[in-house]
């Protein structure tokens, strides 16, 4: 696997601004998540980013960029580079926030509490960089400004990658217990259904004979009404 380029986000807004490639080959080539890369254009992530053009620092070639445009499903290449970066180390304990991101965090908090409720509080920590404190006062709605929060994406406010909230998701839902399968309605066991036809049976010979006792004792009050007029 080849390295990213340098500057993924930069580099993602100066190819979508510039060029013609998809969203697929942009994200391919940025090492970045394909909905990330459509909220990059769509301008509801990477504000206030600058492009960064990986022509002038020889990471993409004008060739390469041809080549993707003609063709969707090509896959750009990065230039080999001498500049190699080092791998990240894991990251131990809570991520770090910016100072000006912080006052966002109980606004990821809350939306990935509505639409990820499977989400243990160890991963809201790793994914939004908070404390336990917060996740329950934000649970609990005892946050002090619990009324003018509103639920935000965290990849949105640029909290995590979408990569990263996926990972969690899928993690969670892999240790969350099944639930049985409900097997549907079963039939009713011959027992009952045949007693339930004779009782419709005997009942409907019993109506019958009702209706024919009540048309003889018509004909007899009638037949009797006549010789009393007699």
């Known amino acids: 696997m080849s390295n990213a380029p340098l500057m993924p986000k930069a580099t993602a807004v100066w190819l979508l601004d510039n060029t013609a490639l998809t969203f697929d080959q942009v ?24 492009g960064m053009d990986p022509l002038s620092n020889g990471q993409l070639t004008r060739e390469e960029i041809e080549k993707g445009e003609n063709n969707p499903d090509y896959r750009l290449r990065l230039q080999e580079s001498k500049v190699v970066l080092p791998p990240q180390p894991k990251r ?14 109980p606004s990821a908090i809350l939306w990935l509490l509505r639409n990820h409720a499977e989400l243990k509080d160890a991963q809201i920590m790793r994914l939004v960089g908070t404390t336990k404190s917060t996740i329950a006062s934000v649970r609990d709605r005892t946050h ?49 259904t045949t007693k339930k036809d004779e009782y419709e049976s005997a009942e409907k010979s019993s109506d019958d004979l009702n209706v024919d006792a009540v048309f003889a004792k018509l004909k007899t009050l009638g037949g009797k009404k006549q010789d009393d007029e007699e």
């Open 27 to 50: 994200a391919d080539f940025t090492k970045m998540h394909p909905l990330e890369v459509r909220a990059i254009a769509d301008g509801d992530a990477a504000q206030g980013i600058k």
């Open 92 to 105: 131990k304990g809570p991520r770090y926030t910016p100072v000006s991101r912080r006052h966002e965090r």
């Open 144 to 192: 002090w400004n619990t009324s003018a929060l509103t639920p935000i994406d965290p990849v949105t406010l640029g909290l995590c990658s979408q990569i990263e909230l996926d990972f969690e998701v899928a993690r969670a839902a892999k240790e969350k217990p099944i639930d049985a399968a409900y097997g549907g309605a079963t039939l009713l066991p011959a027992s009952e």
